[in-house]
């Protein structure tokens, strides 16, 4: 049982936010505010979502792509951040877990995910 100025709080915030539908195996494109001194600008970040966790305001999600030399870099973003600008979905991944850490072990072809048709 929550609190409900809590609940009230957060459902504001969900509300403010227009958040597509995705889960994990989704490979997604997230645009994030950075602030270098007095500039800002938009980075965008594109990899396959492995994980979403959390509930309310507090839900984060973990995003993973290859990198260069083929190094493999992983982001955690909240759903809610402030600093969030927009999440973009390019392809619905076809997967039969909720976590994909096993990604983490797979090179090249391996970590390949299908897409899923509609």
Do not use: W
């Amino acid at each position: 049982m929550r609190n409900k100025y809590i609940q009230a709080f957060e459902e504001a915030q969900v509300s403010k936010r227009s958040i597509p539908e995705f889960r994990a195996g989704d490979t997604l494109r997230v645009a994030i505010r950075i602030t270098e001194g007095e500039k800002t600008r938009i980075q965008n970040f594109e990899g396959v979502c492995i994980a979403k966790r959390g509930t309310g305001t507090g839900q984060t999600f973990i995003i993973r792509k290859i990198g260069a030399n083929n190094i493999g870099v992983e982001r955690v973003f909240p759903l809610y951040g402030e600093n969030l600008e927009e999440i973009k979905v390019l392809r619905h991944g076809k997967v039969r877990r909720a976590k994909l850490f096993y990604l983490r072990d797979r090179r090249g072809k391996a970590a390949k995910i299908k897409e899923l048709r509609k």
